[in-house]
């Protein structure tokens, strides 16, 4: 049997024995409004968690749970979800890591982090790496949306996108919608593309492959998950030093195999890396 799948199942066991890690409910200021935070376990190793567009600390509790008092857990609502604060106006990239790095320099002061982001919060991961190498021990890039994505999609199927586009905005609450509207003004910007390079940190990036047997998104097509694949072999080009895993799950690949995100948050903690590939 693959030593790699004996690892997964043993830590799928410990889910179901450990229970939950008990949280304590931080306040991280930003001044106009107040980011609320969770963090669990005292180990040596902080580890930051930042979720997908519209998702809040919730949905990283089972990995949390798999990690256990040995790691020091940190996740937080962006402003304007859960208990989150906001000022009431949409947050740009820029913004969104200025958040991010309050975060940081609060639950984690003068320390390195393990940084994990999932679709948007990979997004974020990536280019707070890109500009805080300093501050980060390894990052998990968990189904991460790209820079460069939209400008591939559009290409690919511009009437299908604009479509998916209005489809979502029709779904949202008002605030979400125009949340979604400054991200994809940034992503459809000319200048936007995917890093060529990154810094060198240790990444653990993982790919979902799974395609909708009826897909809402383009995304979840065939020809849109090929695209996606290819910006993620794209984006671990960059990185020196890492591993890049497929895995059979849809895209909240955290919550269908949070085991696969507790190993690779252990990967880039507690091992010297090799070259990337």
């Known amino acids: 049997m693959n030593r790699n799948r004996v690892k997964l199942w043993a830590l799928a066991a410990v889910f179901l024995a450990a229970g939950s890690v008990s949280a304590r409910e931080i306040t991280v200021d930003r001044g106009a409004y107040a980011l609320q935070a969770q963090e669990s376990g005292s180990g040596a190793v902080t580890v930051v968690f930042e979720s997908g567009f519209g998702q809040g600390a919730g949905v990283w509790k089972e990995v949390i749970t798999g990690l256990g008092e040995d790691y020091h857990s940190v996740a937080y609502a962006r402003a304007g979800l859960g208990k989150s604060g906001s000022n009431g106006q949409p947050k740009r990239i820029d ?10 320099d609060t639950l984690a002061p003068g320390r390195k982090v393990v940084l994990v982001g999932h679709s948007y919060g990979g997004l974020l991961a990536t280019e707070f790496a890109r500009r805080h190498p300093d501050r980060l021990q390894g990052l998990v890039l968990v189904d991460p949306a790209t820079m460069g994505q939209r400008h591939a999609f559009r290409q ?50 993982l790919t979902a492959t799974q395609i909708a047997s009826e897909p809402l998104f383009f995304e979840e097509t065939a020809q849109g998950k090929a695209l996606w694949k290819i910006q993620h072999a794209l984006l671990f080009s960059g990185f020196t030093r890492g591993s890049h895993r497929y895995l059979d799950t849809g895209h909240n690949l955290h919550r269908e195999n949070p085991a696969a995100v507790v190993s690779a948050i252990q990967s880039v903690s507690a091992r010297p890396w090799s070259p990337a590939g």
């Open 95 to 104: 913004e969104h890591l200025a958040d991010l790095t309050a975060v940081i």
């Open 156 to 205: 690919a199927d511009a009437a299908r996108i604009q479509a998916d586009d209005t489809s979502l905005r029709a779904m949202l609450p008002p605030a979400m919608a125009a949340d979604y509207a400054v991200l994809i003004e940034q992503l459809d910007a000319p200048g936007a593309q995917t890093p060529q390079t990154m810094p060198d940190v240790p990444v653990a990036l």
